[in-house]
């Protein structure tokens, strides 16, 4: 989708030649205002008409990824979604993440519904708020308010999938995805002090938040510098398909170990 809508880009006349002027401007006269430096090279009217399209052209990217996602999760993935669901056991510790637990048993009541069916019924309560994502809101609820299944099972999806990499929800009896409190010692809660002195980490999380971020600063504050005097060890900012990249050179190769031949 990507490659066809890059392609349709391409077909506008001229507006390569304008964006090539536009970024020409901008590094030749970096101080200059958009106003003086800009809108006399191509217009304010056209520079809002670009605008205009590129925001037509992300919603119609989006509603073809929707379509597309759509398709894929009517068939066969759907067919195994309701046995896979019910063979593993969610559990939830956490408030802020119920809405995807009742979600969940909303799948669960349409599991033996017959595929068909096309929107729930209108007397259901199905949580909306922390589990459909507002760029789906208008693949989810059509024009008279009725909720769609299909898209709103690839919601659910995605907040089940974002909630279990936060442990917000754990599978039970699971090793990687299991319950948090199954990684602590048994007696944290009374020995919580302890605990917090063996790792290191303060008792107030506000100052291991503190100190993670002052970390963080310091260390790209380090890499800018680098960057920017020569002596990032060939560590460069460069763009890969248009975005900003980080590329690190290729490490030299190791001298054998010497235990090796003897192993």
Not at 46 to 64: H, I, P
Not at 129 to 147: S, T
Not at 168 to 173: Q, T, W
Not at 208 to 229: E, F
């Amino acid at each position: 989708m990507e490659k066809q809508l890059t392609a349709e880009l391409r077909k506008v006349r001229g507006k390569e030649g304008i964006l090539f002027r536009l970024a020409d401007a901008a590094v030749g006269q970096p101080e200059g205002t958009v106003r003086r430096v800009l809108f006399p090279l191509v217009g304010e009217k056209t520079l809002r008409d670009l605008v205009a399209e590129a925001k037509a052209n992300e919603k119609v990217f989006k509603a073809r990824a929707r379509t597309t996602l759509r398709s894929s999760c009517s068939g066969y993935y759907r067919q195994m979604l309701p046995p896979l669901l019910a063979t593993l056991g969610f559990r939830c510790n956490n408030t802020a993440y119920r809405p995807v637990m009742g979600a969940l048993a909303l799948l669960e009541r349409y599991a033996d519904v017959d595929g068909k069916t096309r929107f729930y019924d209108a007397s259901e309560s199905v949580p909306m708020d922390g589990v459909v994502r507002k760029d789906w809101r208008e693949a989810v609820v059509d024009e008279r308010g009725r909720i769609e299944c299909i898209p709103y099972e690839l919601c659910v999806l995605v907040a089940l999938r974002d909630a279990i990499r936060r442990r917000g929800i754990y599978v039970k009896g699971a090793a990687r995805w299991g319950s948090p409190e199954d990684a602590l010692p048994g007696d944290f809660e009374h020995a919580r002090t302890v605990h917090y002195a063996a790792i290191r980490q303060p008792m107030d999380p506000q100052e291991s938040i503190t100190d993670l971020k002052r970390q963080m600063t310091v260390g790209l504050d380090r890499l800018s510098g680098a960057l920017a005097d020569g002596s990032a060890g060939g560590v460069k900012v460069t763009t890969r398909k248009g975005e900003p990249w980080i590329t690190v050179p290729r490490l030299e190769k190791l001298p054998e170990p010497t235990g090796l031949q003897a192993l």
